[in-house]
């Protein structure tokens, strides 16, 4: 007999579908003609001063910055979406807070001088920018290595958690709320992306149920070492019992089980 996990479809939470969707319009402008955008940098006592001009008519994406800071539009205007759906039109000259994590895109309407402000002591340019930024994982030569991709985007989750490397390790490896089960033709083994990863030793169809990646509060295998990827193979649903793996497309026998962990941190907040 085959057994066969109900699941409720679950669709995509605004905030994630509006960053699958400027990450999306990232990595095709990215492979357009680029505009030269000379950066400024100064320095004062604990403060890092980042200043740039936008051509008007320039279509851009921000990078994603590790911590809060704030944000000053001396002149101009320029029209930008946020994570949240919001179109804003900023109009200098304003101030504002920015806030970790979060990835946005604009349309300079004029040309616009926007400042940003970190808190930070070091002030070589070297380091400075891998201290306060989040690599972009869409970047063409980044894009083309996948476990460089997928490593530059966890780092960019981990940021609009709000949380440091060591906190998300704490609770990761906890040992307390785990429980195994039978894979059922899957098995836990080194991971090109990190650590172990979670592969299938057969082929797998769209759509299919993996198995339980957590039952009531415990985490299984497959809750603990799928590993994340923004382009994923799977993702995570609900179910009567708590939370399943289930595939997004085809997967052939020996590959890795990868899924989006904002999606599955997503699902898991709502069954909080």
């Known amino acids: ?151 530059l985007d966890y780092e960019c989750v981990v940021a609009e958690l709000g949380m440091t490397e060591e906190q998300v390790q704490a609770q990761v490896t906890c040992e307390e709320d785990r429980v195994d089960v039978d894979l059922q033709g899957l098995e836990v083994r080194p991971s090109g992306i990190h650590g172990l990863g979670v592969f299938t030793l057969c082929p797998r169809s769209a759509g299919e149920v993996l198995g339980p990646a957590r039952l009531g509060i415990l985490r299984t295998q497959l809750g603990r070492f799928t590993n994340h990827d923004p382009c994923p193979n799977a993702e995570m649903a609900e179910a009567p019992e708590g939370i399943c793996l289930r595939t997004l497309r085809e997967i052939p026998p020996g590959a890795e089980i990868t899924v989006n962990y904002r999606q599955s941190i997503a699902v898991a907040r709502r069954l909080a």
């Open 1 to 151: 007999m085959e057994a066969r996990v109900a699941f409720r479809p679950l669709t995509p939470p605004p905030v994630l579908a509006i960053r699958q969707a400027i990450d999306g319009a990232e990595s095709v402008m990215l492979q357009l003609p680029q505009v030269e955008i000379p950066i400024r940098h100064d320095f004062a006592d604990g403060l890092y001063g980042r200043e740039i001009l936008i051509p008007a008519g320039t279509c851009l994406t921000g990078k994603v910055h590790r911590h809060a800071d704030l944000n000053f539009v001396l002149y101009g205007e320029i029209e930008v979406l946020t994570e949240r759906g919001d179109f804003k039109r900023v109009t200098g000259p304003c101030w504002f807070p920015g806030k970790a994590g979060a990835k946005q895109i604009g349309r300079a309407i004029t040309d616009t001088l926007w400042i940003t402000v970190h808190a930070t002591c070091n002030r070589d340019l070297e380091t400075l920018e891998d201290e306060i930024l989040v690599p972009s994982p869409w970047s063409p030569h980044n894009f083309a290595t996948g476990k460089l991709k997928a490593h």
